[in-house]
């Protein structure tokens, strides 16, 4: 049975709600949920994990406690379109926030670009 994950610190909540809210201008809900991760790739079993969850121009993002200052964090438009930032865990919150945002920041400007101008088909 995998060791119990400690809850979101009032600390890491905040390092990510201001990333967050920088990076929209505005305060953006987060929201406290659980998710589900294998830690390592050999276990069988999914580790409950607390993480946040928030949802901003159509695009979800996930941020997951994985263990003391280990994060895992991933977005998506659609569940079979997800992204994750290339690296498989992180030892800063303020980090892995950051180059989530900065990564899905990338992938909808790309994404905009090859839809063409605005109102074009």
């Not at 580790?47 to 928030?54: D, E, N, S, V």
């Not at 994060?71 to 989530?100: H, K, N, P, Q």
Request: include cysteine; charge should be negative; hydrophobic fraction near 35%.
């Amino acid at each position: 049975m995998p060791a119990q994950i400690a809850p979101m610190s009032d600390t890491e909540r905040w390092v990510v709600q201001q990333a967050v809210n920088e990076r929209y201008t505005r305060e953006i809900a987060l929201q406290d949920v659980e998710t589900e991760i294998r830690l390592h790739a050999e276990d069988r079993e999914l580790a409950l994990c607390p993480g946040l969850y928030w949802n901003e121009h159509g695009c979800h993002f996930v941020l997951s406690k994985t263990g003391d200052s280990r994060y895992r964090s991933m977005f998506f438009w659609r569940i079979r379109d997800r992204f994750a930032t290339g690296r498989e865990e992180y030892d800063d919150i303020g980090d892995c926030v950051t180059t989530l945002l900065k990564m899905q920041a990338d992938e909808e400007s790309r994404r905009v670009a090859e839809s063409g101008p605005a109102g074009g088909n």
